[in-house]
């Protein structure tokens, strides 16, 4: 099953120190093959850019822009009480210990 390509983006940022630049963050979640992000999109980065510019949950911003082009997480601790994001970190995790 397929994740959400924003909560991959925020699993991705959760384990970063820093904001990434949307081009930088969607090779990063296409790298994953964890979403759809690239198999239909002529424009993957453009795609996230726009999911980025007003993913909401819970009536709060996930993403908050941090310079031209770079986004980090509005508020770290509320995007990991996310379910999808949750998903998205275990799914990660045994990306990485393949």
């Known amino acids: ?5 924003w909560a991959v983006a925020a699993a991705i940022l ?3 120190e820093h904001c ?14 964890l979403t759809v992000l690239g198999e239909k999109s002529p424009t993957p980065a453009q795609t996230l850019g726009s999911i980025l510019r007003r993913e909401e949950r819970q009536g ?3 993403f908050e822009k ?3 082009g770079y ?3 509005a508020d770290r601790q509320f995007a990991q009480s996310l379910r999808d994001v949750q998903e998205a ?7 990485s210990s393949d």
């Not at 099953?1 to 390509?5: E, F, R």
């Open 89 to 95: 970190i275990l799914r990660l995790e045994g990306l």
């Open 1 to 5: 099953m397929k994740l959400n390509s």
């Open 14 to 16: 959760l384990k970063s």
């Open 66 to 68: 941090q310079g031209d």
């Open 60 to 62: 709060h911003k996930v």
């Open 20 to 33: 990434k630049h949307f081009e930088e963050l969607a090779q990063e979640v296409m790298r994953t093959k």
């Open 71 to 73: 986004y980090g997480l």
